[in-house]
């Protein structure tokens, strides 16, 4: 997940409190279109070094999940950020593959002309 977007997902919840850590379950890159906030606090599993020198010039903190579970033992002034619930093979398959306007992958081998092209249009 890149900068931009955890900058944008966690504003409003940095909005009310500045001390709040941003943790997210998967690797951090950097995005240079976006400043870092000052006092940035960010927990990932894994971070890319120009982004963790950025985080640490802008008066921030990154963390591993040891720490975090030191820092904060029950996570109070957590925020944590997911990833996209899409970005999983198995969701090109949910729906109804051959129905006209349907744009679902077929669960066969074969995706020819003539594989699963029925209802209607011979």
Known sequence: MSLTKIVRFSKVALASNKDRIVVVV???TDDQRTTVPAGFKVCAL???????ARIVAAGGQVLTFDQLALQSPRGS???LIRGKKTARVATRYFGAAGKPGSHVRPRTISKGRKVENARGRH
Do not use: F, H, P
């Open 77 to 79: 002034n957590c925020v």
């Open 46 to 52: 894994r971070v890319t070094e120009t982004l963790r």
């Open 26 to 28: 998967g690797d951090l």
